[in-house]
């Protein structure tokens, strides 16, 4: 009988200010009681990754709920993305002093140093692009932050890092989502965090991967050199309702429904439904509530009922082909207007609607869907 504990490893990608969502898929395991053996990350991915080494979760979502772009950047405050391009031009690269006071501020060394969880980063040396994987008893005392840092030197928009003569800069320049660091270490099963973010993504790895989970947003979590404290606290709370999705704790994609509150072709509609109706992505829904908020979501777009009726009428007074069908439908940009002329088809023409025709549901899948729910659940 084979009673070797399961390794599980935590891979946490680069992505700057979108690293708040990594906190939130953090938050999610620790309530499920799942423990970390393993943290490898690359740039942002290295910072949150030492705060799981050090088990602080509390003190990073504070960290992520207090960080703006200036307390990061060598740029002044309330900086947009134009600040960068001008210290970029004059400065080759925005200065990290702020990002190693802040490192400073809530990294413990000796905390790293002395978990029991295996910790690794990734780095790029710039003279020749050579990775180095590093784990901590790799790296010499006193110089872990200095390797954070430079994992996290997302060249050339700042500066690279120089440690013992040589210049560093974001490991995401060779492996932005550092499995095959988990791998390496004997990781039997992997939770990675993938922020779609500018980086080389190494896919051999994922393949190699007998146990893999990977959690990722369909939702755009913003400019990785913006941070601001608003959309962190959003991407915080989507990387924890994505990470409870991605666990079967709760249902839904780009939304979050509790679990069971509709089957799974209806919670397929919901989700088409709630993205048309732009209903907000962070509220876990229950079915109840989630029919509430979509109800008042409808009656506040009248005008483009009016306009899908309209559309209706001119629709149903002409014998329309599928090719004709399609036609009209790309002259609709306004999703709305073109759910709510579904359903209003569908209702009157049933199994003749010529919107179940198999190419037209694959032209629009998501209005289809969306209108199917109206239909069912007599929202329109």
Known sequence: MNNKKEKVALVLSGGGSRGAYEAGAWQALTELGIDIDIVTGTSVGSINGAMVCQGDLELTIDLWKETETHMIFDVPEGSQTIDYAKEIVLNKGAGTTGLMEL??????????????????????????????????????????????????????????????????????????????????KGADKIFAVKLNAIGVLRHEPLKNARDLTIIESKWNLGNTLIFDVNNSRRIMRLGYLDTMKALGILDGEYYAFAKNSFSKTDTKMADA??????????????KEQFLKKLSFSISSFGKDFDEAMSNFKNLGSK???????????????????LCFMIAQNLKEKGADSIFLNRGIIRLIPEPILAARFLNKYGLI
Do not use: W
């Open 103 to 184: 490192l400073s501020k809530y990294i413990d060394e000796e905390k790293v140093r002395n978990s029991p969880v295996d910790y690794g980063l990734v780095v790029v040396e710039l003279a020749n692009l050579k990775p180095h994987f590093l784990f901590k008893e790799d790296i010499k005392k006193g110089q872990l932050i200095d390797y954070i840092l430079a994992s996290s030197s997302v060249f050339p928009a700042v500066h690279a890092c120089q440690i013992d003569g040589k210049e560093y800069i974001d490991g995401g320049y060779y492996d932005v989502l550092p499995v095959e660091m988990a791998l390496n």
């Open 319 to 337: 014998m329309l082909n599928a090719a004709e069908i399609i036609k009209d439908i790309k002259s609709i940009a306004n999703a709305r207007v």
């Open 273 to 286: 439904c709630a993205h048309i109706f732009d209903m907000e992505p962070t509220i876990l829904y229950t």
